[in-house]
């Protein structure tokens, strides 16, 4: 994973390449440079919030990775567990779906009545219609795409809203996993459940005949042929369960690796916010201090020497030595010594 990020205050760097190289003279913002074009002392803080980044990043990994690793061993067991108890459902459900079919047309036959029928039949329409607008009908539930932006993007508040919504989209692939582990199970469970049905109306049906709620039982069957025809959930192969859970977790993989690359970015930023804010907070405080020490780097007799100034030749006579002020930032004073030395010329 990346450990190098996009940051939007100047210190660009970018996860496969060397960082911007940037001018001298370029303001970041709360630090100001001096003119020794070896004096940076901003690099304190870059090398600090990338510690920190990279600190977080390995942070959030450690907390996901053995979630990860246990997935990727329970993916590699579920499938076999599916493929087994799909095996052994496939021919209990044809004998039941044989079972419901002969239910419905004895019932029907017994009601006598094709008016009845009939509105039995639009009322259960409609009402699957309903259940199927509600979300009942199984199937994959790792549906979305699955490519993830890993690049630090300039606002802030961009990034902590795309971090929230990666870690969002990580939840809803972590429980889409968890619910397919426990699909050969519950494939298990559905198949006895509907057995149960059946048998119930088998039951009534043996029943005192005149106590016997035809309409109801009626119902009960095609309601027990509707859940013979969801026994799978969605997955008409067993192809369809394997590649939903491989979906799945690959999405919930890619999808921790974007929140954990985006969140060593994040604290980069808070960590440059922090040194920007220090440095304002000092330079509050400590306002005489901060000046005093601005007021050496501009006229300290110690200044940092341009590598293309000529060094001073052995004719230069003893009045030009004078000539050179040790401070240029006194402008009053220089002129006054300029009008001095022009006036001596013009004496002698």
């Not at 969140?263 to 980069?268: D, E, L, N, S």
Request: aromatic share 4%; net charge negative.
């Amino acid at each position: 994973m990346s450990t190098e990020y996009d940051t939007d205050d100047g210190h660009d760097k970018h996860d496969h390449g060397e960082g911007n190289h940037h001018d001298d003279d370029r303001d970041r913002g709360y630090h100001e440079h001096t003119e020794c074009e070896d004096c940076d002392p901003d690099l304190i803080d870059d090398l600090k919030c990338q510690a920190e980044g990279i600190a977080a990043q390995a942070a959030y990994n450690a907390a996901t990775q053995p979630e990860l690793l246990k997935a990727s061993e329970d993916y590699a067991t579920a499938r076999g567990a599916y493929r087994t108890a799909r095996a052994a459902a496939t021919p209990q459900v044809q004998e039941l779906r044989h079972q419901a079919k002969q239910l419905v047309e004895r019932i029907r036959c017994q009601i006598n009545q094709d008016q009845v029928v009939d509105c039995l039949d639009r009322a259960y329409r409609h009402i699957c219609h309903r259940l199927e607008k509600c979300g009942d009908g199984g199937g994959c539930c790792s549906a979305d795409d699955c490519a993830f932006d890993k690049t630090c993007p300039d606002s802030y508040d961009e990034l902590v809203r795309q971090i929230a919504e990666y870690q969002a989209r990580v939840d809803r692939e972590k429980a889409c996993f968890a619910t397919l582990i426990g699909e050969p199970a519950a494939l298990t469970v559905r198949v006895a459940a509907v057995k149960a049905e059946i048998d119930a109306i088998n039951a009534d049906l043996a029943g005192d005949q005149a106590t016997v709620d035809l309409k109801k039982l009626y119902v009960a069957a095609l309601v027990a042929q509707r859940h013979l025809d969801m026994v799978w959930n969605g997955f008409s192969h067993t192809r369809d369960y394997v590649d939903c859970l491989c979906r799945a977790l690959t999405c919930w993989t890619k999808a921790s690796d974007a929140v954990s690359v985006l969140t060593g970015c994040k604290a980069v930023k808070d960590c440059q916010k922090a040194a920007r804010q220090k440095c304002c907070d000092d330079l509050a405080t400590k306002t005489v201090e901060e000046i005093l020490l601005e007021y050496e780097r501009l006229c300290g007799s110690e200044r940092c020497e341009d590598e293309d100034t000529p060094a001073p030749s052995d004719d230069d006579d003893e009045d030009h030595e004078e000539d050179d002020p040790p401070c240029h930032c006194d402008h009053g004073h220089e002129h006054r010594r300029s009008h001095h030395r022009h006036k001596h010329r013009h004496d002698s």
